[in-house]
Structure formats: structure tokens, C-alpha cells
């Protein structure tokens, strides 16, 4: 079983703090994914673009999230557009020798 990273970027239209807000309550909903072991929130206000950074358990865990309701509330938010999203594998061992934080088998 392969740890995958899924990478979502997007443009927003209204004022950074506003979206914070409105996605805190998603918070919660992210973290009890099914195989998601951690989500990193991105923000850059200056070019109107946030995302995350997603480690999930495996492919299956990965793609069930991309195809499920909140992607879905996602992309019918009118101020969110330009939706990227990008899955790739974890190369475990290079990334325990530059300290990143997976570990096989193991949630952090």
C-alpha cells in the first residue's frame, strides 16, 4: 500500500479572512476522512490562491475524497474557481531522511 499526496489548489474572490471562516467548519468534516492521515492549509492572500496539502493512507482513500461531497461543495462555491488538484506517490524513504512527517503504517 502506497501513501499518496494529493495537492488542491485554487483562486478565491472574496477577502482571505472571510474564506478562512467559511471553511473552518469543514475543518472537522477533513480530519475525520476516511485514510487521510493529515491536511496542511495553504494560504497566499497576496495572489488570491489557498489549497492543501492532503497525505491519505492509499490511492483508493484519495480518490474517494476527491469524488465526495466536499469537492463537490468546492467547485459549486462561487468564490472559489480554477481548481487544481494533483496526486502523487510518497517516496518514503528519501522523504524520513529530510524529516518529512510519514511514516509507513503509522498515523502522525
Same mark, same amino acid.
Do not use: C, W, Y
Given at each position: 500500500m502506497s501513501q499518496k499526496i494529493l495537492q488542491i489548489n485554487y483562486k478565491f474572490s472574496i477577502p482571505s479572512a472571510d474564506l478562512e471562516q467559511a471553511f473552518l467548519p469543514a475543518a472537522p468534516i477533513i480530519a475525520d476522512t476516511p485514510g487521510l492521515r493529515w491536511k496542511i492549509w495553504l494560504m497566499n492572500e497576496a495572489d488570491s490562491e489557498a489549497g492543501g496539502i492532503y497525505l491519505f493512507d492509499d490511492q483508493a482513500s484519495a480518490?474517494? =475524497?476527491?469524488?465526495?461531497?466536499?469537492? +463537490? %461543495?468546492?467547485?459549486?462555491? #462561487?468564490?472559489?474557481?480554477?481548481?487544481?488538484?494533483?496526486? =502523487?506517490?510518497?517516496?518514503?524513504?528519501? +522523504? %524520513?531522511?529530510?524529516?518529512? #512527517?510519514?511514516?509507513?503504517?503509522?498515523r502522525v
Open positions: 480518490q474517494a =475524497f476527491l469524488a465526495g461531497p466536499l469537492m +463537490t %461543495a468546492m467547485g459549486t462555491n #462561487p468564490a472559489v474557481s480554477n481548481i487544481s488538484t494533483k496526486l =502523487f506517490d510518497v517516496t518514503e524513504e528519501h +522523504t %524520513a531522511i529530510t524529516r518529512g #512527517p510519514v511514516r509507513v503504517g503509522e
